[in-house]
């Protein structure tokens, strides 16, 4: 499993309005470059401390919902909203790694394959 | 040109590709390599305990959900419908949590996106095309040490 943590209040979702939106700023992460590098234990290309300067998504528009849904199987039901979504995002890898490099994202050339929001109760609050 | 910035303008050369588009190339094809920047070593999820104080050593570490998708053989569903079948359809869709023993709020986000990237070194700047799966879960859960915490969770 991936994850991080992120601050206090850095997700909201809007159920009633529709929306939903995750502001984060200078979330310490790793350049690993490759995606076969992260799953190599050796990390034969390295790992590198890198940082999110920002990062700010909003998922909104909905075109679908999915109310009372339930999966016994999975264990989980909840109330689903699938929508569009755009990114801002600014991201460096330091120079002092080697590997200085820095990314600054176009939010309007953003194609959302997918997204949605919603709320759930999973595992043991199924 | 030294060794170091011939690497590095390598790099620069080539396109930021997320998780999901390489593991997907690379079940397919021998794929091209990207770049890639993003948490994707595994890692415990710790949160902020939202109601405990922020000052903590220790965060909580929430369970992942059973489910596993192989490859790459992690604990999570590919981004799509909740709804999905899970005959055509059993590795993406279904939860978009990666956290079980959990309720809250959710949201993912499979998108494709573009930008500037810059060779800090040699200053070198081009365009990169993303391809990222980002979430996040805040809300309560049963940790590993079985009690119950409050957080947020963020999937880069």
Same mark, same amino acid.
């Given at each position: 499993m991936w994850g991080s943590s992120f601050p206090t209040g850095s997700g909201r979702v809007d159920i009633g309005g529709g929306s939903a939106e995750l502001l984060v700023q200078n979330i310490c992460l790793f350049d690993v470059f490759i995606v076969p590098n992260s799953f190599d234990p050796n990390h034969a290309l390295g790992i590198f401390g890198a940082v999110i300067n920002s990062m700010k998504i909003e998922w909104s528009g909905v075109t679908r919902s999915v109310v009372g849904f339930s999966d016994a199987t999975n264990k989980f039901r909840g109330d689903f909203f699938e929508c569009s979504a755009t990114i801002a995002v600014s991201a460096t890898t330091p120079k002092d790694t080697g590997h200085g490099f820095h990314f600054e994202s176009d939010p309007a050339t953003t194609h959302t394959n997918f997204a949605q929001f919603g709320s759930e109760h999973n595992g043991v609050f199924f | 040109m030294d060794e170091k910035n011939s690497e590095s303008r390598q790099r620069l050369q080539q396109k930021l590709l997320s998780r999901r588009n390489l593991i997907r190339r690379a079940a397919g094809t021998a794929a091209g390599a990207g770049l890639l920047l993003g948490s994707v070593v595994p890692m415990s999820a710790r949160t902020d305990d939202e109601g405990e104080g922020?000052?903590?050593?220790c965060k909580a570490v929430p369970r992942p959900i059973p489910h596993i998708t *192989? @490859? @790459?053989?992690? $604990?999570f569903f590919f981004?799509? @419908?909740?709804?999905?079948? =899970?005959? *055509?359809? @059993?590795? =993406?869709? $279904?939860?978009?949590?990666?956290? *079980?023993d959990f309720k809250g709020v959710v949201a993912n986000a499979d998108m494709v996106f573009s930008g500037t990237g810059t060779d800090?070194? *040699?200053g070198a700047s081009a365009k990169y095309d993303f391809h990222a799966d980002m979430r996040f879960m805040r809300g309560v859960f049963v940790g590993l040490d079985n009690e119950q915490h409050s957080g947020t969770i963020g999937f880069i």
């Open positions: - | 922020d000052g903590s050593m *192989t @490859p @790459p053989g992690q $604990h981004p799509g @419908p909740v709804d999905a079948s =899970a005959a *055509t359809s @059993p590795n =993406a869709g $279904h939860d978009p949590s990666i956290i *079980t800090l070194n *040699t």
